[in-house]
């Protein structure tokens, strides 16, 4: 049976705003809201870190990819230069900072080049943490003084979210890094239990109608999940579940990186010339499938979904199952965020049950919570296991109006060429999680917990 | 005022259909008249390359673009391969042309490496001639007799209309080819005269509501124009005519190359590392604005619309142009598709009267036609004077199934990070130019007749 | 027994400059002497476009070789640059062609970029062709009315012996060309003839010494072959014949190209990224070599002299074969020039009859010549079979001075990285061969007509 | 006056042999002296690592600099490797370092990129130490012992030697890395005096003969300096100094970067595309030339030796001096040597007493010693205080055979493309330092001390 159509055009996802205890603006809140979250926010960067030696926070595996201690010292950047600088009586730590630690802004001036991260020494780890007390103190003096206007409580707001971006990175980079080591090093050894098997997709049917897409309410987004609009879905099908190891194998075992007709044509191309025959991280050891984790190397886990792949995969993947499932694909972001929005309430959604316990072992910083889960949707795992790759590319919203000023090069200017995923991994801060929240990364890119889900059209 | 909304979810844009000669599926169609339009299409490629020298033919500027020469036998491998390899009887003119002459169809075999194309001697112009002759003789032979199945007929039509797409590129891959010549030889030698000023720009608005896109009918196709399908569009203006030179060297005088907020970051990149500061094929001299034709180098008319931008520049000239409009932005292909089927009957419509005289001037091969307009629209321009950039990504239609075959290679691999164009340039055969009709190219690619139309979100 | 060594410290070759009858410098020779070989060398490269259609004459296939119509442009450019164009009367044929047809030379000016010559159709082959007839117009006008002085006399014949060297790159950079189309089609169509069986390679011993290296005497020569000096050779044995195929191949059985202790560094990253197996146009069929010649691809002659090898392999195959013959080694330029100056009289010097069949046959403009042999040396196909790869890194002789003004440009300015080849091939205009001209080329070039022989140092 | 041409074809440079203290071949030399010089050396390699931070000892800034703490761990692996993991009794550190620290060995098996010598954060700096000790616990114990054959001290000689270029190597590649940073930290702070006023170049003169060159008697050389042989030299002069900052900026004011008929055709396209305008780490501010130096930047010294220039700079500047000094050039590596062999005895040789202060504050772990020359030289700053470039390709002598087994791919598998320099700069060791040393780079190496000695051919 077919799910009833629930939205009306107009409609408000109340359940998603109240849900998210963390999505409360500062402006308007309690001050004291907005110390405790400051405060735990910049301290999970410097937890996220503390396994670390001064060398493991120096690396840069590709340009794409940033050292830890960037990643430390740029969040602290942005809020000296958004928050602090115009402030009355603030003393830059040094001055030559806001050159060196300028990732994009081209409104705040020149960048140092990204490509070269890894070859500061200087300011060193000591230093970058005396730079972040530095900031912290003059940021939350200011705050119990009350002297934030409304607007720089705003900033402040988009200066944790991004901070809780960078925690991701800062994971994900350093998965990336480290495995460029032959000797494989852990971040934090852990042990690992099996998932349990899974059972077959099930499909979860939409009726056609007009929905209303992208952020409305009290809670915090970026401006790229804005206006909320209104669009048609013709009627689809959603997975219940994401795609797993032993199906990806699957595909694999079928000639899947060997087959052009399966591929976009770049997609060939780029599985041709990277010589790529396996999700990223995966070997293949006296027949047995392995994996590298923040956690060192581990035997693929049949029942776990299938993680580290790119958008090229993930769209060939479900080119492949079409074979097995008339009209499978993956579905548009406004199907995902449709189909999140008007599930029935399930136990195990978010709080990871079925959640990939590989995954979550990378990442013991994150413990999967347990109990009531935030959002209620027939699917499982939509939140905090891997990113849903959909086969929208990312474009501004219909009214779409980048902040002003230099915070209007957040997102905007990112708007070409590259895939919008959705949900959230086992790496995304859980505060940092909503169903309106639009990812993107270029559909070659592997080396976020990316992975599967698959959408179809009835025929 | 605003324009009625007048496409119920699942109407039927009939007058497309009919307006259209050219249009008809030869399945089912008098064997004459498909007789006459292969004649007609095959003649016209010959007479493109007619004033051409063999060297001419010969030349690729770059890896996008490709000789005339292997245009001409491109488009006869395509007839022989998709339709005559299997006919009874039939001997191949070179069995080793199935791989020299294959441009990108993994499912028919290896491929001769694109970038090459220009290190190809022989088979030389003359015998080119005679591979081109004798595939027509086979198929026509096959014509006259009757022979071809309904499943033929409908490749003999998508391999005239893949032609006819090649006859574009054979003029803009030439003018490409031509301009690395630091002498500058003109493809014919014309003369010019200067545009009317033209009207400052109008607004029409259109009302919110769901339309039906895509292509539906009798007439022919590609896969990708399909399946027709409802989409929601809130509410929009269009600009009645497209950007000017004159409007552009505002932009240009305003530091619009100097300045990145004006950028997407891609965009920004790519006129850094190109260094660009004007349309491709344009100098300064003098103080005046020069731009390279295949007439020769002449002044920029400031009253044509500006052409040979890409969609970065397309994309910076709209944000710029918000600070006068606001609002203002490229349009969504959807609003693009609407706005042209909805509009009022309009003389000079496609007609070419407010057409650009000097790009037309550029083709005299296709003389622009007299008269009645085929299409009734109010936007003046919207077809065959530059093919208009809109800001969708190239993405599958809800429903999309490609092609069975090989020939489900023609457009489904390529949706992935390029930019949808609309309407047809002066160098676009008139008969292959339909409302529905999806054009794509990447972002940074200027060598297309390619130009702007702004559209606007009401504020 | 060993050699006498015979050469006094500045003793003259008095043998080479007497036997070579076009080495004579124009100044001072009778105009008729001049016309006549003027025109002899001009005819010479149209025979060689002869066989070729305008498209064959447009191809470049990688940035260092050029088009045969671009060598016949600027071969006449440097008559024109260099001798008429500061002629009283002298009118250009066009001025833009100093610009397009500038090779190199800075102090003439800006060039066309090198990569892109291929890119050039105008002026086209018939263009090309009158061109040239003006410049030889012109220029024989002025012999005949003996209006050149000494110095435009010695251009002359620097211009003369420039494009004899453009006519030995004609026939390699259009097989070069030819190669790049899968086709494999023939520049003339030719019958074979196998070699008769080599005899094992005979050490010729060269006692220690003081030797003069260099030019000496009223022939022509280039300026990088002076000045002639006094260098001291350690004792060493000379090859009396170049590696052949059938040997070359024993070390590729042995693992030749697989085993890096033989290669230098640079070497071995070049097999690696390159994945060289065999050398240039060698392909593998039925347990058979073939390989591709201009007169198509034919079976690999076991006799013959192995061709088409890099620097680098031919320093790979003398480690290689040091296990066989202890202290083998590549010969330097100056043991090599030394050897072939004392050798004795040699019936089948030069006049081809050891030579290489098969590549004689790819090059029927330039038959062997008969009978009395030019050189005597005791050293088989020292000349006009294969160059031969020397150790010597090309460098200026002690005393070294780069001609005054533009030509300075001809050779000084390439003395970095590349090695010396010396002897001639079956390219080469036999009128252009002697024992001090000095070959040079980048160690992975391999699309010259290169071969390998040994020296020894005794142990 | 021409001084003495004193060398006859096979004597023995036997003042060097005998001065050189630290050139006694362990084989043969008390067990305690070895004991001694490999505790001194490997202390000196932390010593200079001693002043940086974890995250200093990490940076790569180029594949061709490796990071400090690589260099600590690759010649800890050259001993290991080539010492002790034959040695019965002995447990590798960590038996995958053979993969991650072999630098280019091929017979020792496959290396890690080289590129990416960055991005190995472990072992970290604690590890590595810790490594160190290992080793050398387990070398010391053996030494002690006596359980090291002939030919093992002989290979522990090579292993201190390596060590010792790889001490120059961490300066010169930690002053790029630390270029890198906008910055510009110090290594270790220190004052600066200027350079007394130099005396203009006086010229030296040596008569033509038969001259030995290569390393002779007793004490310790790499294989590349062998055999002793015998070369013929014209007649010619050598600057008794090298050019000073002030002579280059001469050359400099005068267009030197801006002209290329003063450059080599690979130099003048390097000039090009990196826009060099002036040696490496220099900065033009307010008129006055400034240099990066491992203390800082300070301003260039006018009466210092020129440093960080590339061969192409150097060649550059000698055909431009040639301008005023009629034959100027660079000398050869046989003129260098000859030179430095036959000078008389001086003073201010090796002492640095003319030598580049500033350079000399650069490295204070390696104070300019006091007091009796070492070599006994009219030339004065030959050694230790810049590289000197020479004309001459790197290639083999006559006669020359690597060594057997994986360290003869030490030196020889480099002999392309590169040039010699001879010498020693302020950063090479003093006890490393030797007449017949050959050090090695490619033309357009600028990150070593490197410099500029005119030569001259008399006309």
């Not at 406004?334 to 990939?356: I, K, L």
Request: aromatic fraction near 14%; charge should be negative; proline fraction near 7%.
């Amino acid at each position: 049976m077919t799910k009833p159509f629930i939205h009306p055009p107009s409609s408000e996802p109340a359940t998603f705003a109240s849900a998210n205890p963390d999505a409360k603006e500062f402006a308007g809140a309690p001050r004291g809201e907005a110390l405790r979250r400051y405060r735990q926010v910049r301290a999970q960067s410097l937890r996220i870190a503390a396994p670390l030696s001064a060398e493991d926070c120096m690396v840069q595996s590709m340009e794409d990819a940033s050292p830890v201690r960037w990643h430390l010292a740029h969040t602290t950047w942005f809020f000296e230069t958004f928050l602090l600088k115009e402030q009355p009586g603030y003393t830059a730590f040094d001055p030559r900072f806001e050159f060196l630690f300028n990732s994009y802004y081209n409104s705040v001036g020149e960048q140092y080049p990204r490509s070269k991260r890894g070859m500061i020494s200087r300011p060193n780890q000591q230093e970058t943490c005396e730079y972040r007390a530095h900031v912290d103190r003059e940021l939350i003096g200011r705050l119990e003084g009350s002297e934030l206007s409304t607007d720089q409580q705003r900033i402040l707001e988009i200066g944790l979210n991004h901070e809780q971006q960078h925690q991701e990175l800062m994971l994900t980079d350093l998965k990336h890094a480290l495995f460029q080591n032959p000797l494989e090093p852990a971040y934090e050894e852990l042990t690992f239990r099996d998932h349990n098997a899974v059972d077959a997709i099930h499909w979860i049917p939409f009726e056609e109608g007009i929905v209303s897409l992208g952020h409305e309410g009290a809670g915090f987004c970026f401006d790229n999940e804005q206006p909320r609009h209104r669009v048609f879905l013709e009627p689809y099908q959603m997975a219940d579940r994401c795609v797993t190891n032993a199906e990806f194998i699957e595909f694999m075992d079928d000639g899947g990186y060997e087959r052009p007709e399966f591929w976009l044509s770049a997609g060939w191309d780029t599985v041709q010339s990277n010589q790529w025959s396996s999700p990223l991280y995966w070997n293949r050891e006296n027949d047995q499938w392995t994996q590298y984790t923040l956690s060192g190397r581990v035997p693929v886990d049949s029942q776990a979904p299938v993680c580290h792949v790119s958008y090229f995969e993930a769209d060939a993947y479900a080119r492949w199952a079409s074979q097995k499932w008339s009209g499978a694909r993956l579905a548009t972001e406004a199907e995902w965020e449709h189909a999140v929005c008007t599930g029935e309430p399930s136990a195990d959604d978010f709080a990871g049950n079925w959640c990939d316990q590989l995954q979550a072992s990378e990442l013991p910083v994150h413990p999967r919570r347990e109990g009531k889960p935030r959002f209620n949707t027939g699917l499982s795992g939509a939140f905090g296991n891997v990113w849903q790759w959909t086969s929208s590319h990312y474009s501004a919203y219909p009214g779409y109006e980048a902040a002003e000023g230099a915070l209007g090069e957040y997102n905007g200017k990112f708007m070409c060429g590259v895939f919008v995923l959705r949900g959230g991994s086992c790496a995304t801060p859980s505060g940092h999680i909503r169903p309106t929240y639009r990812n993107f990364f270029s559909p070659e890119s592997r080396w976020q917990f990316s992975g599967i889900r698959l959408a179809r059209s009835p025929r």
